[in-house]
Protein backbone atom coordinates (compact mmCIF):
# COMPACT_ATOMS: atom_id res chain seq x y z
CA UNK A 1 0.00 0.00 0.00
CA UNK A 2 2.60 2.62 0.75
CA UNK A 3 6.01 2.83 -0.66
CA UNK A 4 9.01 1.74 1.51
CA UNK A 5 10.59 4.69 1.28
CA UNK A 6 8.38 6.66 3.48
CA UNK A 7 9.10 4.49 6.39
CA UNK A 8 13.00 4.82 5.78
CA UNK A 9 13.12 8.09 7.60
CA UNK A 10 11.29 6.71 10.50
CA UNK A 11 13.47 3.76 11.00
CA UNK A 12 15.05 3.37 14.52
CA UNK A 13 13.76 5.89 16.15
CA UNK A 14 12.25 3.89 19.00
CA UNK A 15 15.18 2.63 20.64
CA UNK A 16 16.82 6.45 21.23
CA UNK A 17 13.03 7.69 22.14
CA UNK A 18 12.77 5.02 25.00
CA UNK A 19 16.04 5.37 26.12
CA UNK A 20 15.39 8.95 26.40
CA UNK A 21 12.42 8.44 28.61
CA UNK A 22 13.85 5.91 30.97
CA UNK A 23 16.63 8.38 31.53
CA UNK A 24 14.47 10.83 32.15
CA UNK A 25 12.18 9.08 34.79
CA UNK A 26 15.03 7.40 36.05
CA UNK A 27 16.44 11.53 37.08
CA UNK A 28 12.97 12.21 38.29
CA UNK A 29 12.95 9.18 40.90
CA UNK A 30 16.73 9.80 41.85
CA UNK A 31 15.58 13.54 42.70
CA UNK A 32 12.17 12.31 44.58
CA UNK A 33 14.24 9.52 46.49
CA UNK A 34 16.50 12.22 47.74
CA UNK A 35 13.90 14.55 48.80
CA UNK A 36 12.24 11.84 51.09
CA UNK A 37 15.49 10.82 52.50
CA UNK A 38 16.23 14.87 53.48
CA UNK A 39 12.63 15.17 54.49
CA UNK A 40 13.32 12.16 56.84
CA UNK A 41 16.51 13.00 57.94
CA UNK A 42 14.71 16.94 59.13
CA UNK A 43 12.23 15.20 61.30
CA UNK A 44 14.56 13.18 63.13
CA UNK A 45 16.55 16.39 63.67
CA UNK A 46 13.18 17.87 65.05
CA UNK A 47 12.26 15.29 66.78
CA UNK A 48 15.39 15.27 68.81
CA UNK A 49 15.39 19.11 69.42
CA UNK A 50 11.68 18.68 71.01
CA UNK A 51 13.39 15.93 73.41
CA UNK A 52 16.50 18.26 74.12
CA UNK A 53 13.72 21.29 75.38
CA UNK A 54 11.52 18.68 77.42
CA UNK A 55 14.81 17.46 78.92
CA UNK A 56 16.34 20.88 79.68
CA UNK A 57 12.66 21.90 81.08
CA UNK A 58 12.35 18.58 83.71
CA UNK A 59 15.69 19.67 84.36
CA UNK A 60 14.96 22.52 86.20
CA UNK A 61 11.06 21.68 87.03
CA UNK A 62 12.96 18.82 89.11
CA UNK A 63 15.16 21.21 90.89
CA UNK A 64 13.06 24.16 91.56
CA UNK A 65 11.71 22.27 95.23
CA UNK A 66 15.38 22.54 96.22
CA UNK A 67 16.05 25.54 95.59
CA UNK A 68 12.66 26.93 96.87
CA UNK A 69 13.46 24.63 100.10
CA UNK A 70 14.13 27.72 101.86
CA UNK A 71 13.38 31.48 102.07
CA UNK A 72 15.77 33.27 100.61
CA UNK A 73 16.41 30.75 97.82
CA UNK A 74 19.42 28.85 97.83
CA UNK A 75 21.59 27.32 95.03
CA UNK A 76 22.45 23.62 95.44
CA UNK A 77 25.59 22.47 93.41
CA UNK A 78 25.83 21.88 89.85
CA UNK A 79 25.32 18.41 88.52
CA UNK A 80 24.51 16.34 85.32
CA UNK A 81 21.72 14.44 85.48
CA UNK A 82 21.11 11.59 82.78
CA UNK A 83 17.35 11.46 81.78
CA UNK A 84 16.18 7.20 81.62
CA UNK A 85 12.40 8.25 81.63
CA UNK A 86 10.88 7.11 77.99
CA UNK A 87 10.61 9.55 75.67
CA UNK A 88 13.89 11.28 77.01
CA UNK A 89 16.50 8.45 77.36
CA UNK A 90 19.78 9.37 76.30
CA UNK A 91 19.66 13.27 77.05
CA UNK A 92 21.84 14.29 79.72
CA UNK A 93 21.36 17.68 81.07
CA UNK A 94 24.05 19.91 82.64
CA UNK A 95 22.15 22.26 85.81
CA UNK A 96 23.87 25.48 87.21
CA UNK A 97 22.24 27.38 89.75
CA UNK A 98 23.05 30.93 90.38
CA UNK A 99 22.57 33.34 93.28
CA UNK A 100 22.02 36.98 93.52
CA UNK A 101 21.01 40.15 95.17
CA UNK A 102 19.42 42.52 93.43
CA UNK A 103 18.08 46.24 95.49
CA UNK A 104 18.11 43.79 98.51
CA UNK A 105 15.94 40.91 97.28
CA UNK A 106 17.51 37.52 96.60
CA UNK A 107 17.07 35.76 93.30
CA UNK A 108 18.38 32.40 91.77
CA UNK A 109 18.87 31.91 88.61
CA UNK A 110 18.28 27.62 87.53
CA UNK A 111 19.81 27.01 84.26
CA UNK A 112 19.55 23.59 82.15
CA UNK A 113 21.20 22.37 79.25
CA UNK A 114 20.42 19.28 77.43
CA UNK A 115 22.04 17.67 74.62
CA UNK A 116 20.19 14.62 73.08
CA UNK A 117 20.95 12.43 70.03
CA UNK A 118 24.78 12.07 70.92
CA UNK A 119 24.87 15.76 71.21
CA UNK A 120 23.63 16.76 68.04
CA UNK A 121 20.15 18.37 69.50
CA UNK A 122 20.47 20.53 72.61
CA UNK A 123 18.39 23.36 74.43
CA UNK A 124 18.70 25.54 77.15
CA UNK A 125 16.22 26.85 79.52
CA UNK A 126 16.85 29.19 82.00
CA UNK A 127 14.43 29.88 85.18
CA UNK A 128 14.96 33.05 87.74
CA UNK A 129 12.98 32.31 90.84
CA UNK A 130 12.59 34.68 94.03
Given at each position: ?60 QLWLPQVL ?16 VAGLNGCS ?29 SRAVEVRV?
Amino acid sequence: MFPESRYRFAQGMGLPMALFVIVVLSLVGLAVERSAETDASTHGHRIASVQAWYAANSGVQLWLPQVLASSPCSCPAGDTLVMTVAGLNGCSVVRQCQAMTVAGESYCTVSAVARCDGGNASRAVEVRVK
